[in-house]
C-alpha cells in the first residue's frame, strides 16, 4: 500500500464550487505539506503543518484553506474555486531532521 | 532567500547515451538539502537522493550519479547508458536546515524535460 495517499485522484469542478482534496499518509510523520503543480512553474507551497495544533502558510495561500484532522490526515480546501486554481496538488510528509518529502501520487484539479 | 536555477528546459538524446543535467542552487544556510525527484509522464514524484551539505562525495546508484559541489553551488545529475524508461521531468530541490527557523520548506526548480528516443 502507498505510504502517501489523496483523494481524489481526478476532479472536474465548476466556478464558485467548494472542493476538499485529501490526504493520508502511514509514515507516522509529523510534518504535512500541500503544493501545487503548474506546467513551467514547478512547485509551489500552500500550506504546511507541523503538527496537529499547527498550521503555516505557504508562498501561494490565498483561496485555500487546510484542516489537519490528525496526525495522519491534512485536507485541503478551495472555499470557492476559481479557473486559475487548475493545477496539480500533491500532498507531502517529512519525519525530522531529514527534510525530505515524500510525495503522493496528485490529484488533478480542473475548474471550468 | 533560496533558489534553484535548472537552466536547462528541456534535452532530448538518443538511448544510451549519457545526459547531464544541471542544478544550480543559492541559500545563506550552512546546513542544507539537496534532492533529485522524477516525474514521469504518469504524473507522481519520485525521490531519487538526498544529499545534506556537508557531504561532498559524489553518489553512484546503477546507472545513476550526482556531482556534488559547494564552490560552485551545483548538484548535478547525470543518466549514463540513458534508457526510454528515463524520459520524465527531473526536478532539483533544496531544504534549509530546520534549526534555522522554518527554512524546510522544499524550494524547487522548474524542472528539465528529459526525452530519450529509441
Known amino acids: 500500500d502507498a505510504d502517501v495517499t489523496q483523494t481524489p485522484r481526478n476532479r472536474i469542478t465548476k466556478t464558485g464550487k467548494r472542493i476538499m482534496l485529501e490526504c493520508s499518509q502511514t509514515k507516522g510523520h509529523d510534518r504535512m505539506y500541500w503544493y501545487r503543480q503548474d506546467p513551467g512553474l514547478g512547485l509551489r507551497l500552500i500550506y504546511y503543518s507541523f503538527d496537529v495544533k499547527d498550521i503555516n502558510k505557504g508562498e501561494i495561500s490565498d483561496g485555500y484553506s487546510v484542516s489537519r484532522q490528525a496526525q495522519a490526515k491534512f485536507s485541503l480546501s478551495l472555499e470557492s474555486a476559481i479557473p486559475n486554481q487548475t493545477a496539480l496538488y500533491f500532498c507531502?510528509?517529512?519525519?525530522w531532521g531529514l527534510g525530505g518529502k515524500y510525495f503522493g501520487p496528485g490529484t488533478r484539479l480542473t475548474v471550468t | 532567500a533560496q533558489k534553484v536555477t535548472q537552466a536547462q528546459t528541456e534535452i532530448s538524446v538518443v538511448e544510451k547515451e549519457d545526459v547531464t543535467l544541471d542544478c544550480v542552487y543559492e541559500t545563506r544556510d550552512t546546513t542544507y538539502y539537496l534532492f533529485w525527484y522524477k516525474q514521469p509522464p504518469s504524473g507522481e514524484l519520485v525521490f531519487l537522493i538526498r544529499r545534506n551539505s556537508f557531504d561532498e562525495q559524489n553518489e553512484i546508484s546503477g546507472r545513476y550519479s550526482w556531482n556534488f559541489q559547494k564552490s560552485t553551488s551545483s548538484f548535478n545529475f547525470t543518466i549514463t547508458a540513458s534508457q526510454v524508461v528515463d524520459s520524465a521531468v527531473y526536478f532539483c530541490?533544496?531544504?534549509?536546515?530546520?534549526?534555522?527557523?522554518?527554512?524546510?520548506?522544499?524550494?524547487f526548480g522548474k524542472g528539465t524535460k528529459l526525452t530519450v528516443n529509441p
Open positions: 507531502a510528509t517529512s519525519d
Open positions: 530541490a533544496l531544504s534549509g536546515a530546520e534549526t534555522q527557523g522554518g527554512s524546510e520548506k522544499l524550494v
